[in-house]
């Protein structure tokens, strides 16, 4: 029954210290020099969430070209 208060005890202070080292401030988060600006394009637009409203543009300009010709 010793060994059973003995795991008892570790196991709370296993996951906990696992959880730290899996949630560890920092981990996430950009390096400081960029700041995230490499997410974003000379426009302001998102590189991955605006994408279409980065490439939609070069679509209109290539059909109004298109139909010029």
Do not use: C, T
């Amino acid at each position: 029954m010793k060994w059973f208060y003995m795991q008892a005890g570790a196991m709370p202070l296993l996951n906990a210290a696992l959880a730290a080292l899996y949630l560890r401030p920092g981990k996430r988060s950009p390096p400081p020099e960029e700041d995230g600006r490499q997410y974003y394009d000379g426009n302001g637009n998102h590189v991955y969430y605006d994408r279409r409203l980065i490439v939609r543009p070069e679509k209109e300009k290539e059909e109004r070209q298109e139909n010029n010709h």
